[in-house]
């Protein structure tokens, strides 16, 4: 149990243009994902936590009108970043928590974002 | 805000030694989980520790939660090429509205 997909698995995209990730929570129900963003050979760096049916809360200094998150619904989060440029490139993951055990969360497999 | 400190920074061992890494933090945690993330991948998770002095195995894992609640640590024994990803701590606080605090991970390589 607790399996958590994300879509696409590899975007390429040129420069302006806005793109849409999808993270599916597929055997559970998940109140609570959490997007996050990681450089090559670094940590995973919270963007912002999402929860259904409200706006999601973002993390210091990340811009809430570039990175739009949509909680619809208890499986399923989307992230869209709009007008994308080259620095936006990266390793975009989330992940999702479930009431079961809500102190743990779920991974999804990542989402990689070239901007060109 | 709460922060990790993980270490090894990265290991290089050979194929059948035993790994052991860490993770302290300045404050306590209410349950510590350790990730394994390989190339191209998201985290998937290992182990899972909710009390203070909890030993859980996974296999060749093994993972404490400290008594002091600010500290845990993860043991592969026989280590095998497979192995090999960067190994992510994270400490849960109950009152954190979900989020955990992450290492900033272990990197281990393994030589056949």
């Known amino acids: 149990g607790a399996v958590v997909s994300q879509h696409p698995s590899r975007v390429i995209c040129k420069s302006g243009t806005s793109v849409k990730i999808e993270c599916r929570s597929l055997?559970?129900?998940?109140?609570?994902m959490f997007w996050y963003r990681q450089f090559p050979k670094q940590s995973l760096m919270l963007m912002a936590t999402?929860?259904?049916?409200?706006?999601?809360?973002?993390e210091q200094g990340v811009e809430k009108d570039k990175f739009l998150i949509n909680h619809a619904s208890l499986t399923l989060s989307t992230l869209t970043v709009t007008s994308a440029h080259p620095e936006d490139s990266s390793f975009y993951i989330c992940?999702?928590?479930?009431?079961?055990?809500?102190?743990?969360?779920?991974f999804g497999p990542g989402t990689r974002l070239t901007v060109l | 805000g709460q922060q990790l400190n993980q270490s090894p920074q990265s290991m290089f061992i050979q194929e059948g030694e035993d790994v052991s890494m860490n993770c302290t933090s300045s404050s306590i945690f209410n349950t510590w989980l350790w990730y394994k993330q390989e190339p191209g991948e998201g985290p998937v998770l290992l182990i899972a520790?909710?009390?203070?002095?909890e030993l859980t195995s996974n296999g060749r894992l093994t993972a404490q939660f400290g008594i002091t609640r600010k500290d845990s640590f993860l043991n592969i024994s026989a280590s095998i090429p497979s192995d090999v990803g960067i190994y992510f701590c994270?400490?849960?606080?109950?009152?954190?509205?979900?989020?955990?605090?992450f290492g900033d991970g272990t990197t281990l390589t393994v030589k056949p």
């Open positions: 992940s999702a928590i479930r009431l079961a055990d809500a102190d743990t969360q779920y």
């Open positions: 055997d559970f129900q998940a109140t609570t």
């Open positions: 999402s929860n259904e049916g409200s706006k999601a809360t973002y």
């Open positions: 994270a400490g849960h606080l109950n009152t954190n509205a979900g989020k955990s605090t």
């Open positions: 520790l909710y009390k203070a002095g």
